[in-house]
């Protein structure tokens, strides 16, 4: 069971790429903190850690682990918080099931992953695993507001080595395809809960036979909270995409559709297998009794789908309809296109904040099964957000690419705490089972929202609590304030859920005296202005809700940088504390394939030294640590060092990986704490360190090198092995006998 003494700064382990990185990265800062009296350890997010912690009664006592998540759920409350989050893995069941198949092989008698429950042993089962999938992880750690930008010196290296950027054409045939009718935006509503309204709340669905069922009860919202509710209609859901399939084989395009299966854990998944089964129609429809048989899931992907045809022992029949129907198809947008990884093969491969801006920096093109880049229709059912993409590539085709080398950079405050918003919204969202109406009845009686539905449709209520949303608007204003630069709300005044945060934001900016400071315009109109912001050279702040803000902190940062894994993310927390996001993890599979197959790890840890410097800032200002202060002082002139001498890791073996950045970030970090005058004891401490990693330099590089080019053996994916991990990332005795 883990220590329960706090230290300083928690330092999270995680999963894929940045934590195989951490076995490199964290002792060095464990050794650099020490002499400044700060203490970093470790709690376990990570998707096979949580899956261990929910199921203590089936392991042995040597293998139960503590539920981290759980204890930062609390620590994040409170104003002694300090908190590095790297990205982890929002598990989708096909994940979720490969973590428990790994743990099971490795001795863990965690129970399989139920996809059908029939006893209530079951159901228990699947509410633990339900609670592990998806987002589960940012709804409990995010006590606080997002500030997300890209860090002075990123930027200024962006501008210097600008990354490559696609073409674009006037006569693209590149679009964005959405429903604009029947979905979660145009049946949405939304009001205000009154003191009188505010308490326990239920929703049910009144079927038209007269029977109630209660969908969800002992809700509990205070007054204040905006709560909205909205339904997608499954049968224009299926006939949409039925003409957008059509539409793409007639215009000689890729047929891609791009969701947030992962964080949107309930209602995506479930679209993903609408656009499944929309692909196969033809052998849903002929052999539909079969494939349920077999035990075939939609949502899960074309991937699970093939296996269990696989082993169905008409498996020949079957086969050729599928093969004859995809030939017929529209081609697809390719995860893998080496390997026949589609864009519906698994409903976490293209997740749409990061699959979204990396074809607008291409040219609008996407990877076809041929291998060859192409034009695509980017369907996006919901209309909510996917005028931000359509209009993006409308503007590319008319002025074509962006310029990094003289881009303006578009930052975000984001109202994400106390799960706000539609990502808080995975208990109260439903396939509906019949006929009937859907009603959100509060704690006086009143019903605040019904919907007429049918069987199949997806509905679903979101809320936003009063304090998050008053934080969300001061953040906003103080940030505009530091940069002096363009600020806008990303609200649409024809959006229910929007018309209620306006009713919060005007009086607030009205007061603070800084109403004309800030615009209010709809998502494709502010889309347009922050482009041609930065386009000429200028800053722009967006002021959005929680999903936007998790969109644009991908949507931008890739065009202007190249990858959003190297912003500067600062979760104020409301109680005091702080949590330092280091960017995201989008293509992390992709390396550690990559180190288990050549032992090159190309993964950035510029995020985590851009966090690092910030946390340590933030402990000085807290705890009144002076060292702390010259310690992160020092991290923000190693981080400049590290993009001055180009020791960011690159792609191919043989060239500088993830584990070299890290000598170099050391280097430059003691470097640079040896030769300030802030604090001697500290300069005296690190001189002789930083002259030993500069002398035995080429030595070091020599060690590092020596390992690439050959397989590595980690342990495991989902659970490695930490012994063979830090063997794998810390092949250089040289430099570990320095670092101690």
């Known amino acids: ?168 054409s006037k006569d693209s045939k590149t679009r964005v395809s959405t429903m604009g009718a029947n979905d979660f935006f145009s049946n949405e509503k939304s009001g205000t809960l009154t003191a009188a309204q505010a308490g326990p709340a239920r929703i049910e669905l009144v079927g038209n036979d007269g029977s109630v069922t209660v969908l969800k009860d002992k809700l509990n919202y205070p007054a204040g909270t905006v709560l909205d509710a909205t339904f997608m209609s499954a049968k224009a859901l299926a006939a949409f995409l039925d003409a957008e399939l059509d539409s793409s084989k007639r215009d000689g395009i890729l047929f891609s559709i791009h969701l947030k299966a992962t964080m949107m854990k309930v209602s995506d998944p479930i679209l993903f297998g609408h656009a499944v089964k929309s692909y196969l129609r033809p052998v849903f429809d002929k052999y539909g009794d079969e494939l349920a048989a077999a035990g075939v899931d939609p949502n899960a992907g074309l991937g699970t789908l093939f296996e269990r045809v696989a082993a169905l022992p008409n498996v020949a029949p079957i086969k050729a309809e599928i093969d004859a129907v995809m030939a017929e198809r529209a081609p697809m947008y390719m995860v893998n296109s080496d390997k026949g990884i589609t864009n519906l093969h698994v409903p976490s491969d293209v997740i749409i904040d990061a699959s979204l801006p990396a074809l607008l920096r291409a040219g609008g093109k996407g990877w076809g099964p041929d291998g060859q880049a192409a034009d695509t229709n980017c369907v996006i059912p919901d209309s909510t957000y996917a005028p931000v993409y359509e209009e993006s590539v409308r503007y590319f085709k008319e002025t074509g690419a962006l310029d990094p080398s003289t881009a303006g950079t578009v930052q975000n405050v984001g109202l994400m705490a106390q799960k706000a918003e539609e990502y808080g919204s995975h208990p109260t969202t439903f396939e509906i089972p019949k006929d009937g109406t859907v009603r959100v009845v509060l704690a006086n009686g009143d019903v605040l929202h019904e919907h007429k539905v049918e069987a199949g449709d997806i509905w679903r209520a979101a809320s936003t609590r009063q304090a998050p949303i008053e934080d969300w608007v001061r953040l906003a204003i103080s940030r505009q304030k530091a940069e002096g630069c363009q600020a806008i709300f990303w609200l649409d005044e024809t959006r229910a859920h929007d018309v209620e945060l306006i009713k919060y934001v005007k009086p607030i900016l009205a007061e603070a005296g800084v109403s004309d400071k800030f615009q209010i315009l709809a998502p494709r109109e502010a889309t347009r202005l922050s482009l041609e912001t930065i386009r000429a050279g200028k800053d722009s702040i967006a002021v959005t809700g929680n999903v936007l803000r998790d969109y644009l902190t991908d949507l931008f940062p890739i065009l202007e940088l190249g990858t959003s894994a190297k912003m500067l993310s600062i979760v104020k927390l409301m109680q005091g504390g702080g949590m330092f996001e280091t960017g995201a993890g989008g293509s992390a599979p992709k390396h550690v394939q990559q180190i288990l197959e050549e032992n090159h790890l190309r993964w950035d840890s510029l995020g985590e030294f851009c966090a690092l410097g910030e946390s340590f800032k933030f402990l000085a200002e807290t705890k009144g640590n002076a060292k702390a202060k010259v310690l992160g002082d020092a991290v923000d002139v190693a981080t400049q060092g590290v993009l001055d001498h180009n020791r960011s890791p690159l792609g191919k073996v043989g060239q500088t990986d993830n584990r070299d950045s890290h000598y170099y970030f050391a280097l430059y970090w003691a470097q640079a704490l040896a030769a300030q005058t802030a604090d001697a004891d500290l300069a005296a401490h690190f001189a002789p360190i930083a002259a030993a990693l500069a002398e035995n330099e080429a030595k070091i590089v020599a060690e590092l090198a020596s390992v690439q080019g050959k397989p590595a053996d980690l342990g495991g994916y989902y659970h490695t092995d930490p012994a063979k991990v830090a063997a794998v990332m810390r092949p250089s005795a040289t430099l570990n006998a320095i670092i101690g």
Do not use: C
């Open 1 to 168: 069971m883990a220590d329960q003494t706090v230290p300083d700064i928690i330092y999270t382990k995680v999963d894929e790429a940045p934590q195989i990185a951490s076995a490199s990265l964290l002792p060095i800062i464990q050794a650099f903190a020490a002499p400044a009296g700060v203490s970093v350890g470790t709690r376990d997010i990570s998707l096979a850690g949580r899956i261990i912690a929910a199921f203590p009664e089936a392991l042995t006592e040597a293998q139960r682990q503590s539920d981290d998540l759980a204890v930062l759920g609390e620590l994040v409350k409170t104003p002694d918080a300090n908190v590095i989050k790297l990205p982890n893995i929002s598990a989708s069941v096909p994940q979720l099931v490969a973590a428990v198949k790994e743990l099971q092989a490795k001795g863990y008698a965690i129970p399989d992953y139920p996809e059908e429950i029939h006893s209530p042993e079951e159901k228990a089962i699947r509410a633990k695993f339900d609670a592990i999938k998806g987002s589960a992880v940012n709804p409990v750690l995010r006590e606080g507001n997002s500030d997300r930008r890209a860090a002075i010196a990123v930027k200024n290296y962006a501008k210097a080595n600008p990354h490559s950027m696609g073409k674009w």
